[in-house]
């Protein structure tokens, strides 16, 4: 019976019914793509099917030739534009030394305030959620002008921070694409980052991402029979769908590659990219690191894993709101 709650869509909607302020943004979309949905109703990608789908900039074309034709590439330095000419080809680039280890060394500082004072904790097991909302350093590490226009570049669009994860240790996650719990209409408007705040150690459980999994098609509900129906969601679970994700990589035989960053290394990943969190080796170490998920604005966003819109803050008042 509890099972059988969970799953229960209404209770979403009557959850949705209260958080208006947040999840307006999907309003106009919907109106666009002639979906009659509100603002609180359940939404997955089994709505968008049939619609046309418009195709991002660097999904259509490859980076290492039309890049050079963007104004905003052009005006990044030179390092970074080589760093980002294999978007197309990879589905990550790396930033190398982004950040001085004196700014990793005061990020570091403020998470360890912040579990201190017990303004953030640990959540579903070792994860910081929203660390950005506690702290405006913080938040600007991924709101920052730079970064923003990288990703920008990257996606040929406007982008919003959407949230931060930190961990102190290994993920450990098994192998996914963030289209399954971060997902958009069209497809491919989410993007990441992931910085490197220490030493990255191959025994502390590193970041791993399969080199060309963006190209993949990407794994919905309705591909693991997941779907549910009108007042259910599916029943099938996120270990299905793992387990799903691991038979898709067999099958293609992509080359696994794991992050051994150096602190203040940077890793910006595809929307459909997919990878995770190596097991930990050693219990002794840490594998510090902050992750930043972006929305395109002009994306429908939602979870298609439980069929709900995303509950956005309003990103340009957040900065502000920050009480430190
Ligand atoms: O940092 C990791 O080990 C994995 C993070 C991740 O999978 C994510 O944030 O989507």
Same mark, same amino acid.
Request: aromatic residues 12%; charged residues 30%.
């Given at each position: ?12 909607? /009557?959850? +949705? ?7 307006? *943004? ?70 190398? +030394? ?60 406007? /982008? ?53 999994? *963006? ?5 919905? +509900? ?43 290394? /940077? ?58």
């Amino acid at each position: 019976m509890k099972e059988l709650l969970k799953r229960f869509k209404p209770t979403f909607q /009557v959850y +949705n019914f209260f958080q208006k302020k947040k999840l307006l *943004h999907n309003v106009p979309l919907y109106k666009k793509y002639g979906l009659r949905k509100r603002y609180y109703s359940s939404v997955s990608a089994s709505d968008f099917e049939g619609l046309e789908e418009e195709v991002n900039t660097y999904d259509l074309k490859n980076s290492r030739e039309a890049l050079a034709s963007s104004e905003k590439f052009q005006q990044l330095d030179k390092k970074i534009q080589q760093e980002l000419l294999s978007w197309s080809d990879d589905g990550y680039v790396v930033l190398k +030394n982004y950040f001085s280890s004196d700014e990793v060394a005061s990020f570091n500082e403020k998470i360890d305030e912040l579990l201190a004072s017990k303004k953030v904790k640990f959540e579903n097991g070792n994860k910081i959620m929203f660390a950005i909302h506690k702290s405006k350093l913080l938040f600007q590490i991924g709101a920052h002008k730079k970064i923003i226009s990288i990703l920008e570049t990257l996606l040929d669009k406007e /982008v919003t921070l959407f949230q931060s994860i930190n961990f102190l240790t290994g993920s450990q996650q098994g192998a996914h694409s963030d289209s399954i719990s971060m997902s958009t209409f069209p497809k491919g408007n989410l993007i990441a980052i992931w910085v490197a705040l220490e030493d990255i150690d191959a025994e502390s459980g590193p970041l791993y991402y399969y080199k060309g999994s *963006h190209k993949l098609p990407y794994f919905m +509900n309705k591909d693991y029979d997941n779907e549910g129906s009108t007042f259910f969601l599916g029943n099938k679970g996120y270990d299905a769908y793992l387990k799903n994700i691991q038979n898709l990589l067999d099958d293609n035989k992509l080359e696994k590659k794991h992050f051994l960053a150096k602190k203040g290394d /940077v890793l910006i990943w595809h929307a459909n990219l997919v990878h995770g969190g190596e097991k930990v080796l050693d219990d002794n170490k840490t594998r510090k690191s902050m992750v930043f998920h972006y929305y395109a604005k002009d994306a429908v966003a939602f979870h298609e894993i439980t069929q709900r819109p995303t509950l956005k803050e309003n990103f340009e008042g957040l900065f502000d709101s920050i009480k430190e």
